[in-house]
């Protein structure tokens, strides 16, 4: 079975920083791209960044220059560093690990950005 837990989420000023931590089951983490997805409420959950098994990168234009997402294949666990945060990145962030076109889903966390 496999296990996608987040980790990080919580209350931030604008201008302020998170980071948010991903850890997948050992035995997808290897082969999986991972990425980090958002949803705001009454809207649909987006795309945030993408990391490939290789370690290609893609970011949404929303957040190219603040986000920054890594991974740490020993520990089996991705990072989405959030800098420069605004009100707009306040949503439930989501991690997904994906395989063959299977999805594997954490149970997300919250980021709100507020002064």
């Known amino acids: 079975q496999v296990r996608v837990v987040e980790s990080g989420g919580g209350l931030v000023q604008p201008g302020g920083s998170l980071r948010l931590s991903c850890i997948a089951s050992?035995?997808?983490?290897?082969?999986?791209?991972m990425g980090w997805y958002r949803q705001a409420p009454g809207k649909e959950r987006e795309l945030v960044s993408v990391?490939?098994?290789?370690?290609?990168?893609t970011y949404a234009n929303s957040v190219k220059g603040r986000f920054t997402i890594s991974r740490d294949n020993a520990k089996f666990t991705v990072y989405l560093q959030m800098n420069s945060l605004k009100p707009e990145d306040t949503a439930v962030y989501y991690c997904s690990a994906e395989r063959s076109g299977l999805y594997y889903w954490g149970q997300g966390t919250q980021v709100t950005v507020s002064s």
């Open positions: 050992g035995s997808i983490f290897s082969v999986a791209a």
């Open positions: 990391i490939s098994s290789g370690g290609k990168t």
